[in-house]
């Protein structure tokens, strides 16, 4: 079965720091750009960041742009996700997905697989 599995979520203060993980399963994904996602509470979900298939390229959503790192290890089968200077804002699940591109990522909000169950970040004020 091929899957991607979010995890590394958890609550944190404002200001605080998460690395968030993204392993897939039952496939390589080392040749398919990588990004990652939120859905918060009432509202849809909205693109986050995303890396090219040998990380050459990367894509932020501006509200987190000089805020959050995507990386990759192929190696490993795994997608990361460090978010630092942490926002109330940024509370929400977090899932991840692969498809053809980041900008085909970006630019339909969507990836190659069904979502996940995702990762919650919860950020306190």
């Known amino acids: 079965q091929v899957q991607l599995v979010e995890s590394g979520g958890g609550l944190v203060q404002a200001g605080g720091s998460l690395r968030l993980s993204c392993a897939a399963s039952?496939?390589?994904?080392?040749?398919?750009?990588m990004g990652w996602f939120r859905q918060a509470p009432g509202k849809e979900r909205e693109f986050v960041a995303a890396?090219?298939?040998?990380?050459?390229?990367?894509d932020y959503a501006d509200s987190v742009k000089g805020r959050f790192t995507i990386s990759r290890d192929n190696a490993k089968s795994t997608a990361y996700l460090q978010m630092n200077s942490l926002k109330p804002e940024d509370t929400a699940v977090y899932y991840c997905?692969?498809?053809?591109?980041?900008?085909?990522?970006?630019?339909?909000?969507?990836?190659?697989?069904?979502w996940g169950q995702g990762t919650q970040v919860t950020v306190s004020s």
């Open positions: 997905n692969a498809g053809p591109s980041t900008l085909t990522l970006e630019r339909l909000g969507n990836g190659f697989l069904s």
């Open positions: 890396i090219s298939w040998n990380g050459g390229t990367t």
């Open positions: 039952g496939r390589t994904f080392s040749t398919d750009a």
